[in-house]
């Protein structure tokens, strides 16, 4: 931007015209210029903090911002319109066990007393007891017959820890984020005898069960939602860094760990991450795909010739044979994984053993894009946090923004109520949304930096409009920002998982837990059935299944 002021002459400015522009680009150099000062000043002060933590002293303490008004980053539902809410009562919402009649002693009351009913009072109340059962077995020994002869357990007895204990260890872990360490001091001061590592045993002993409920979710979950969603965060496994993938929508959440957050990885979280890994195959789809990524017409050629019949390959096969009889191709590092990406797409899109995400809504990652077969949606929240980044410190700038923000909201409001219109009346409402869309998203602002992120808008119109073409999709991602919250609570409290079994079964878990609380099941209870192998509830993926008929 420094450049258009180098050959300014002020003996040249003849006209007001000419002076306004000139004023407008040097107003907009300035507010470049403190945005970097700022940065730069940050940047200083921490490697100021670093060298005294080095010499053993301490950083600049960080104190909390001031709480001021209610900005424009706040979800979506908070952002709506304000309506009068009145309190509603609390005790329809509970489940009475037990009901008590406390009477009136009637030799107190006078002769003309009539019944007037009663008041309801309500005691809540949580018992936790311990409950250790010895059962003497007993035992009769035929010398005849040389054989011992052993009273049967009952039903109930399903090992040395029972159902509840287990599912109540499984809920406390899980859900409320005790660590091995504390459920042992918990249990211990019950008179539960268990060391860490049998805790640890009895956490991971679900992982078959577990992990198969997780997919049948996820399966059902993909089938029967109208729209998908999806959002990743970090996560740890024994020190080394991982991605965890949350899928979801309105009646289920999964959660999946790989061990990046690459385009591949995503799609195997989208299969259920199949133990068997993810197939590749050249189909239509594919080829398509790689003339997309401008594989060269060679390559493409040598993969027709070699892999054009339709076989499925894994990845590790795949590159053992490119090694082999092709070692230029899989030295491309800018390529090799393009052709494994188009591949892997290819086979996605055009099998038929798992749903395949009809309409996606994501953030603007790029490891998300072409997933979807119909429908990449992306969430107004992210898109708008590019607009609350902008702090400008010219006064007519921050005018400037604060009134494009307004109507900024005001249209998001107006797609809020395209949602919930007729179908009837939606039709004739998309022509005048898409239009009113071009005409407030024109990067024609005097404030530069705000005209770079209504382009950024602008060039995204048709993931930010796909509500208009599926109206049950939502206009933000807040669900799976919740999701991603579980997983960063579970990080800032047992820091990573030791293996690869126990990230499985944390996921699975979660994936059990979100999806029960999403549907109105009791969680505990669900685990409880599940571990007793009674099943006498019904499985997560069917009432899944059932919310969305």
């Given amino acids: ?51 005294n933590r080095l010499k053993g002293e301490q950083g600049r303490p960080k104190f909390p911002k001031p709480k001021g008004p209610a900005t424009s ?45 009663y008041d309801d009072v309500i005691q809540q109340e949580l018992c936790l007891v311990r409950r250790n059962t010895l059962y003497r077995v ?35 872990h899980h859900v409320c984020d005790v660590t091995h360490g504390r459920l042992a001091a918990l249990l211990n001061s019950q008179g539960i005898v268990m060391s860490t590592g049998t805790i640890s045993n009895v956490l991971l002993s679900g992982k078959a069960w577990a992990c198969e409920e997780q997919r049948a979710i996820l399966r059902a979950g993909i089938q029967a939602s109208p729209y998908t969603q999806a959002d990743s965060t970090k996560s740890v496994e024994k020190g080394q860094g991982k991605a965890t993938q949350i899928i979801g929508a309105e009646f289920f959440t999964v959660f999946y760990t790989m061990d990046s957050k690459s385009r591949l990885d995503v799609l195997r979280a989208f299969l259920g991450n199949p133990p068997e890994g993810l197939p590749l195959c050249l189909n ?34 795949f590159s ?18 393009r052709i494994l990406e188009s591949l892997a797409l290819g086979h996605y899109h055009e099998q038929v053993g798992f749903p395949v995400v009809k309409s996606l809504l994501s953030d603007d990652a790029p490891e998300y894009l072409r997933i979807a077969l119909w429908l990449h949606a992306l969430c107004w929240i992210h898109d708008a946090r590019h607009y609350n980044k902008l702090t400008p410190k010219i006064e007519l700038h921050r005018s400037i923004k604060e009134e494009f923000q307004n109507k900024y909201w005001q249209f998001y409001y107006q797609l809020l109520d395209f ?18 869309f071009e005409s407030l998203f024109k990067p024609s602002t005097n404030y530069f930096q705000l005209n770079e992120c209504i382009s950024r808008t602008l060039a995204n119109k048709d993931k930010l409009l796909a509500a208009l073409e599926n109206p ?11 999701g991603a919250r579980r997983v960063v609570r579970k990080r800032d409290i047992s820091l990573h998982s030791w293996s690869k079994t126990g990230t499985k079964v944390r996921d699975a878990f979660m994936s059990i837990v979100e999806t029960a609380n999403k549907l109105g099941v009791n969680a505990m209870e669900y685990i409880a059935d599940r571990i007793s192998q009674k099943h006498d509830m019904p499985h997560l993926a069917d009432l899944v299944r059932q919310a969305y008929a």
């Avoid at 035929?142 to 260890?169: D, H, N, T, W």
């Avoid at 990524?293 to 892999?307: A, G, I, T």
């Avoid at 053992?320 to 994984?337: D, E, F, G, S, V």
């Fill in 320 to 337: 053992t044979y490119l090694q082999k009889h092709a070692p230029k191709i899989r030295a491309k590092k800018n390529m090799y994984p």
């Fill in 472 to 482: 049950a999709l939502p206009l933000h991602n807040n669900g799976m920002e919740l």
């Fill in 73 to 117: 980053d706040i979800s979506s539902e908070k952002r709506r319109r304000k309506k009068n809410h009145k309190k509603g009562e609390k005790k329809p919402d509970i489940n009475i066990d037990r009901t008590e009649y406390c009477k009136v002693d009637k030799s107190l009351l006078p002769e003309d007393a009539r019944f007037k009913g």
């Fill in 1 to 51: 931007m420094l450049d258009p002021i180098r050959h300014i002459d002020p003996s040249s400015i003849k006209d007001q015209d000419t002076f306004r522009d000139i004023v407008k680009l040097l107003l907009n150099i300035v507010e470049q210029q403190s945005g970097q000062l700022e940065q730069l000043r940050q940047e200083n002060q921490e490697l100021k903090d670093e060298i």
């Fill in 138 to 172: 007993e035992r009769y020994y035929s010398v005849k017959e040389g054989k011992l002869y052993r009273g049967q357990l009952p039903e109930e007895y399903i090992g040395e820890f029972g159902a509840g204990l287990q599912s109540l260890m499984q809920l406390l």
């Fill in 419 to 436: 949602k919930e219109l007729p179908a009837s009346r939606q039709e004739a409402q998309k022509l005048i949304l898409k239009q009113q």
């Fill in 284 to 317: 239509a789809t594919s080829r398509q795909l790689l003339r997309h990524f401008e594989v060269s017409k060679k390559d493409r050629q040598f993969l027709e010739k070699h892999f054009g019949d339709g076989r499925l390959w894994d990845i590790p096969a």
